[in-house]
């Protein structure tokens, strides 16, 4: 039996990068992104010449897992680059992979990266005041291409869950996205990309509950 509950507000601190209200919060340090990028040398001389800064953090509000709830909250990813790669979210799809989610860009200067199970790539650009709906079935990862902090609230059914291993099994996601050498960016092929086949790709499309 469901329990009446009280409604419930935060307030988000676009600057700062969190919210008041938050159940729970967590920190990925650069150490964490280990394997993420192409040149590893460069990942590791960062960490240690930086002291394995954070560099992202997330305060969330967690009602229940349950299916109809609605996870909330506040992602503060801090600017900067492995060599020529921006600093960027583990990225994952959704254990119940048919879960959507949304982002709502407050600060800063954003990408989404989006790859469907087959293997074609979205870039969605995200500032302040912009919505991002990503849609059931996308892995997603986002990137502070500024020079900035990128500060998103975001919103996703509680019992979605997160899959990363799906990245790994890919060897990442098709592309990487790299600076242009003139303040923007620019998509380039992972060369180290396998290709899900059909099956597991329409695999992945069942995986709904
Ligand atoms: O979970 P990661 O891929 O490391 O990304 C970090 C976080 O980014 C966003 O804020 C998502 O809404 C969170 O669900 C996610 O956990
Ligand atoms: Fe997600």
Redesign the pocket.
């Known amino acids: 039996m469901d329990m009446l509950r009280e409604p419930v507000t935060s307030i988000v601190d676009a600057d700062k990068g969190g919210m008041s209200g938050n159940t729970g919060r967590?920190e990925?340090r650069l150490s964490?992104l280990a394997g993420l990028y192409e040149d590893a040398a460069a990942h590791a001389n960062l960490t240690e010449k930086l002291g394995n800064p954070v560099v992202?953090a997330?305060e969330?509000f967690r009602p229940s897992d349950r299916a109809g709830d609605l996870?909330y909250?506040?992602?503060r990813m801090s600017p900067g680059r492995v060599s020529d790669e921006f600093f960027l979210?583990?990225?994952?799809i959704h254990a119940k992979a048919d879960r959507p989610?949304i982002?709502f860009g407050q600060k800063g200067k954003g990408l989404m990266q989006l790859e469907s199970p087959e293997g074609e790539t979205r870039i969605v650009e995200i500032g302040p005041q912009t919505i991002c709906y990503v849609p059931p079935y996308w892995i997603?990862?986002?990137i502070n291409v500024g020079d900035e902090d990128l500060v998103?609230v975001?919103?996703?059914p509680s019992d979605?869950g997160?899959d990363?291993g799906i990245i790994e099994a890919s060897n990442g996601m098709r592309h990487r996205v790299k600076t242009d050498g003139n303040g923007g960016w620019t998509l380039v092929e992972n060369r180290d990309y396998r290709p899900r086949n059909s099956e597991t790709a329409a695999a992945l499309m069942k995986r709904y509950a």
Not at 89 to 92: I, L, N
């Open positions: 967590y990925k964490d992202y997330v969330d996870i909250g506040v992602t979210t583990r990225g994952h989610e982002y997603h990862r986002s998103m975001f919103a996703y979605s997160q990363y």
